[in-house]
Nanobody, 123 residues
Framework: QVQLVESGGGLVQAGGSLRLSCAAS????????RGWFRQAPGKERELLAA????????YYADSVKGRFTISRDNAKNTVYLQMNSLKPEDTAVYSC????????????????WGQGTQVTVSP
């Protein structure tokens, strides 16, 4: 059974940092693009960052560029999201996903999903 499990979410004050992890099991995703999404109440799911299978190419949404960093460790089948300078508007459920395509932007291109972890940023 393929599973993606996120961890590292929680409550943090504005300006603080969190590091999210997404561990995969059941199969290897070393040849897959890995991505991080978030969804706030009443809003659509948003792609924040994606990283190519080799880790050499990344994509960031404008909303997080310069504050968030995506990385991966294929030996551990894990992808990370380092989040710095957090803002109250970053509050959302954060989910990781995997896609067999090369750095896709469309949510529909990702076919494996974690259950999500809550990130809450207080003012």
């Amino acid at each position: 059974q393929v599973q993606l499990v996120e961890s590292g979410g929680g409550l943090v004050q504005a300006g603080g940092s969190l590091r999210l992890s997404c561990a995969a099991s059941g199969r290897t995703f070393s040849s897959y693009t890995r991505g991080w999404f978030r969804q706030a109440p009443g809003k659509e799911r948003e792609l924040l960052a994606a990283i190519s299978y080799s880790g050499t190419t990344t994509y960031y949404a404008d909303s997080v560029k310069g504050r968030f960093t995506i990385s991966r460790d294929n030996a551990k089948n894990t992808v990370y999201l380092q989040m710095n300078s957090l803002k109250p508007e970053d509050t959302a459920v954060y989910s990781c996903a995997a896609s067999p395509k090369y750095l896709p932007i469309l949510t529909a291109s990702y076919n494996a999903w974690g259950q999500g972890t809550q990130v809450t940023v207080s003012p």
